[in-house]
């Protein structure tokens, strides 16, 4: 996978790492969310260090209740564990970023498929893609509150941003409307296949291969005890020695990363950070892991238009088309 006609530095960049790499400890900062509004300033301060630098930052006092999460990760269990016939009736539909996919994200650092299998939900494109209530009661429910609690969340971070690059205050979230069939938000659970009775080759792949992510802003939700999750920033990422730092996945907080899309819409003042999932090494849990994603996404009709211009306008549709095709095998 070293299509270049994507005509994207981020692509180029991240065909080149795939290698191992070395570890270095970092700070990844912790941000208190809560008195959110009147407490906004200090929080706009702290959010800014953070993203401008290492692209990463863990909230805590988010907001999301701690029962919402652990319903949507077992349902999220629930799901994955139905038998292989029966998550098949909720394909992926290409380019959609809805519906259930098994080892089929190919990555362009690595050129093999994630060992892992996803279902997103972007609401506007769910018709046939729900679970039927038999086989996971609750499932829909549950999920679309947790989608809009992340919503919610991923909106108070941008509008912290949007205080800062000078836009409106609402800016982003006029831009990410979840009430029009333009919304191409994702929340996306992961299942990474326990590595128990895997074969010695397979220690060699990645249970996600480094990338960037496509959307503004990120929020990821880990379990405790299924870690593997690490993250280089891009001041290092251009040289020569790749360093990676492991991201904690600590009870309670939810880890935020910046995208591509908000690099660029910020005039890269914002940071998008490489990142990947490694594989277990021999002593370490070998069992299952199970992550979930939510990627804020502009709207397709929403322009990005960085506050000086330093690159063309685009449509968050056309953004978004341009980078799934390079990541999706059956594209
Ligand atoms: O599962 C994780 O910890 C990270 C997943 C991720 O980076 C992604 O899906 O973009
Ligand atoms: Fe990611």
């Known amino acids: 996978m070293t299509d270049t006609s994507y005509g994207l530095q981020e692509l180029n960049d991240e065909t080149r790492f795939g290698g191992e790499g070395e570890l270095v400890e970092r700070d990844i900062p912790q941000i208190d969310m809560s008195d959110y509004f009147n407490r906004k300033e200090e929080i706009t301060e702290a959010l800014w260090?953070?993203?401008?630098?290492?692209?990463?930052?863990?909230?805590?006092?988010?907001?999301?209740?701690?029962?919402?999460?652990?319903?949507?990760?077992?349902?999220?269990?629930?799901?994955?564990?139905l038998p292989a016939d029966a998550k098949a009736q909720y394909p992926l539909k290409p380019g959609t970023n809805a519906g259930w996919e098994y080892m089929e994200q190919v990555r362009p650092s690595t050129g093999t498929a994630?060992?892992?299998e996803s279902y997103q939900i972007t609401l506007p494109r769910m018709s046939g893609l729900w679970p039927k209530g038999a086989e996971?009661?609750?499932?829909?429910?549950?999920?679309?509150?947790?989608?809009?609690?992340?919503?919610?969340?991923?909106?108070?971070?941008?509008?912290?941003?949007?205080?800062?690059?000078?836009?409106?205050?609402?800016?982003?979230?006029?831009?990410?409307?979840?009430?029009?069939?333009?919304?191409?938000?994702?929340?996306?659970?992961i299942h990474y296949l326990g590595m128990e009775d895997?074969?010695?080759?397979?220690?060699?792949?990645?249970?996600?291969?480094?990338?960037?992510?496509?959307?503004?802003?990120?929020l990821l939700h880990q379990k405790?005890?299924?870690?593997?999750?690490q993250l280089c920033p891009g001041?290092?990422?251009k040289g020569r020695a790749i360093a990676w730092t492991d991201v904690p996945?600590?009870?309670g907080v939810v880890t935020c990363n910046i995208g591509d899309m908000l690099m660029r819409w910020s005039d890269d003042k914002l940071q998008s950070?490489?990142?990947?999932?490694?594989?277990?090494?021999?002593?370490?849990?070998?069992?299952?892991?199970?992550?979930?994603?939510?990627?804020?996404?502009?709207?397709?009709?929403?322009?990005?238009?960085?506050?000086?211009?330093?690159?063309?306008?685009?449509?968050?549709?056309?953004?978004?088309?341009?980078?799934?095709?390079?990541?999706?095998?059956?594209?």
């Open 49 to 81: 260090n953070a993203a401008t630098e290492i692209g990463f930052f863990q909230l805590y006092n988010h907001g999301i209740p701690q029962d919402l999460i652990d319903e949507a990760f077992w349902l999220s269990g629930e799901f994955f564990d």
């Open 114 to 116: 994630d060992r892992k």
């Open 136 to 189: 996971v009661p609750q499932f829909k429910e549950v999920l679309m509150a947790f989608e809009r609690h992340n919503w919610a969340l991923a909106m108070k971070v941008l509008s912290c941003f949007a205080d800062r690059l000078g836009f409106a205050t609402d800016f982003f979230t006029d831009g990410h409307d979840p009430d029009t069939k333009a919304y191409q938000s994702t929340l996306r659970l």
């Open 198 to 218: 895997a074969k010695p080759a397979d220690f060699k792949a990645w249970r996600a291969g480094a990338h960037t992510d496509f959307d503004c802003l990120t």
């Open 224 to 229: 405790p005890g299924q870690g593997g999750l």
């Open 235 to 237: 001041k290092d990422a």
């Open 249 to 251: 996945p600590l009870a």
């Open 273 to 331: 950070t490489l990142h990947r999932v490694r594989m277990p090494k021999p002593d370490d849990y070998l069992g299952p892991r199970y992550s979930m994603a939510y990627f804020a996404q502009a709207n397709m009709d929403t322009l990005l238009e960085g506050p000086e211009g330093k690159y063309e306008p685009m449509t968050g549709h056309d953004y978004i088309q341009m980078r799934l095709g390079a990541n999706f095998a059956r594209q």
